[in-house]
């Protein structure tokens, strides 16, 4: 199986930035599109932004576009999520997951990681 593990989550000031890892061991990363996914406190799941397998095509929300960036390395199966410029209402626990890009559907990913929180002050 396929197992995910996210790292890089902690307090930032907004405008700061962050860099958050998905790790992959088990059955390799490369072979799987890879997507983030946020929920804050009281909110659904909402998909952040999602890379396909070779790295040749992103999708982002409309709500951190320009903000953040999607990036993986295979030789390190290893995807990341840059997170610049960042805003009080981007606190919340980020996810990775494997599954298809498409609309980064929570329901058609097939393997997640167990979260990192982000904390943005205001």
Known sequence: QLQ??????????????????CVG?????????IAWFRQAPGKERE???CISSSGGSTTYADSVKGRFTISRDNAKRTAYL???SLKPEDTAVYYCAAGPCGTILASLM???????????SS
């Open 4 to 21: 995910l593990v996210e790292s890089g989550g902690g307090l930032v000031q907004p405008g700061g930035s962050l860099r958050l890892s």
């Open 47 to 49: 998909g952040v932004s």
């Open 82 to 84: 840059q997170m610049n």
């Open 110 to 120: 097939i393997s997640w990681g167990k979260g990192t929180l982000v904390t943005v």
């Open 25 to 33: 061991s088990g059955f390799t990363l490369n072979y799987y599109p």
